[in-house]
């Protein structure tokens, strides 16, 4: 008896697991892939709309009533309308007083009102618990599945209870909630979603302004110059030959960027001695876009690669060989294979394939759906061990095929070095003060700093 009411007990279903109720007022897209996604996550939901006729792009499972029958059934109460329309709510105050409001809307401008949307739903209703959230997730994101690139929900509210409520919701969507405080924080979560590539400014003009001058640069030296001296007309070296130089010269400089930051966190927090004095404003910001520099250095890297590998189709490259040929026909004269020049050659090729497998792997890893499977050690060996690895690769590809300019004369032209000597200034740089900071001597103070140690402690114990 007792062992079969033990399986009765194990066969009958959960009702501790059972989800609540959810209510959502407007019938939009956003509401309407909202409801979708929380219907297969097991929450009941319920629509509140001005017309309860069921129509077939409401989800078949969901329920709609009239906006204060539906707010009836519910604790929490999904406002998926727009700000304008919010006065609708002030004759609900009673019915919607102690629930919890999540405000999910958005403006079309940057601080488009003096407060935020949630702020004004609260004062509209101050009987309710507005929480912000979902408004940084797309209706089409949510009904497609395609989540990976923008998991994050930012939440904010005064009601420590409702806000937990909120974030309970959005884990079981499968979602990632960021709590970022008080109410007063949704003028920026609001404003976060009408930011064009935010963290991607610095990096983009960064890299328009290097790419420009580099361009002009290689412009005068090689087309400008040969045509007032030499009397050549190279200006279809604007096509092909300009941007393979300023591709990767441009790739390599972008990766030393990435890690230029570090040494100077390095060097500033030896010199103060400590780990907890925040870094100036531009180090930081710098820092924080070291990702998206890397991703700009690997697009043209990949440039390079391409464009290198079309060079032999070019008709300049065609007739150059032809001439070359020619004339040592005419001259009836081999000339003999240069092992030194061949090694050269093929050290730079293997070198610049190595450097460029690595720098597709920093990239690889650094998308969020990689990076989110690998730990944290993980991360950081590839990031930085073998992104430095992919530096000094890079750096010596490029010194193998620009080094013999260093010491010659006509790569001077108008006293100028070539666009290559100019590109191994930065790399080389960060690489030699790097191998300083590996020194044991300088190595094992880094780290104790960095593991909590301070100099001269503001507070002895």
């Given at each position: 008896m007792n062992k079969n009411s033990s399986n009765i007990m194990a066969l009958a279903p959960n009702t501790s697991n059972k989800r609540e109720t959810v209510c959502i007022f407007g019938t939009g897209d956003f509401g309407r892939?909202?409801?979708?996604?929380?219907?297969?996550?097991?929450?009941?939901?319920?629509?509140?709309?001005?017309?309860?006729?069921?129509?077939?792009?409401?989800?078949?499972?969901a329920e709609v009533l009239g906006h204060a029958e539906a707010a009836q059934k519910a604790a929490i109460i999904i406002i998926a309308i727009q700000r304008q329309h919010y006065n609708f709510l002030t004759p609900l105050a009673e019915v919607l007083r102690g629930k919890v409001l999540v405000?999910?809307?958005?403006?079309?401008?940057l601080n488009q009102y003096p407060e935020s949307n949630a702020e004004y739903l609260a004062q509209l209703l101050p009987g309710s618990k507005v929480v912000k959230a979902f408004n940084t997730v797309s209706a089409w994101a949510l009904q497609s599945g395609t989540l990976d690139a923008s998991r994050q929900v930012f939440v904010c509210g005064d009601d420590v209870e409702a806000k937990q409520m909120v974030m309970d919701i959005v884990r079981a969507l499968g979602l990632t909630p960021l709590d970022k405080g008080s109410l007063l924080a949704a003028q920026e979560i609001e404003n976060y979603p009408l930011q064009l590539f935010p963290m991607w400014k610095f990096p983009i003009f960064l890299s328009f302004g290097l790419g420009a001058f580099f361009f002009i640069y290689c412009l005068v030296l090689d087309v400008i110059y040969t045509y007032i001296y030499e009397k050549n007309n190279f200006s279809f070296f604007i096509a092909i030959t300009i941007p393979n130089r300023v591709f990767p010269v441009m790739a390599l400089i972008l990766l030393a960027l990435v890690y230029l930051p570090g040494i100077f966190a390095a060097i500033i927090q030896l010199y103060r001695g400590t780990k907890y004095r925040r870094f100036p404003d531009w180090l930081d910001k710098w820092m924080l876009c070291r990702k998206q520099l890397g991703l700009i250095a690997l697009a043209f890297a990949s440039l390079h690669v391409v464009f290198t590998l079309v060079t032999p189709l070019r008709a300049f490259a065609s007739w150059r060989t032809s001439k070359r040929i020619v004339s040592q026909a005419l001259n009836n004269k081999t000339e003999p294979l240069d092992h030194t020049n061949a090694w050269?050659?093929?050290?730079?090729l293997a070198l610049g394939i190595l450097g460029y497998f690595l720098f597709v792997l920093l990239g690889i890893t650094s998308l969020p759906s990689v990076s989110n499977n690998v730990n944290w050690r993980e991360f950081r060996f590839v990031q930085s061990k073998l992104g430095y690895l992919a530096l000094i690769l890079c750096t010596a590809h490029t010194m193998i095929y620009g080094g013999k300019w260093f010491l010659s004369p006509s790569a001077y032209k108008w006293y100028l070095p070539d666009i290559y000597i100019l590109s191994l200034i930065v790399p080389c740089a960060i690489l030699v003060v790097k191998f300083v900071l590996i020194f044991p001597c300088v190595d094992k103070p880094l780290t104790q700093i960095r593991q909590g140690w301070e100099r001269n402690p503001k507070y002895s114990e």
């Open positions: 892939a909202l409801g979708h996604k929380l219907i297969q996550s097991g929450y009941p939901v319920v629509y509140g709309s001005r017309s309860t006729q069921i129509s077939n792009l409401i989800p078949k499972d405000d999910i809307s958005n403006n079309l401008k050269l050659s093929d050290s730079y």
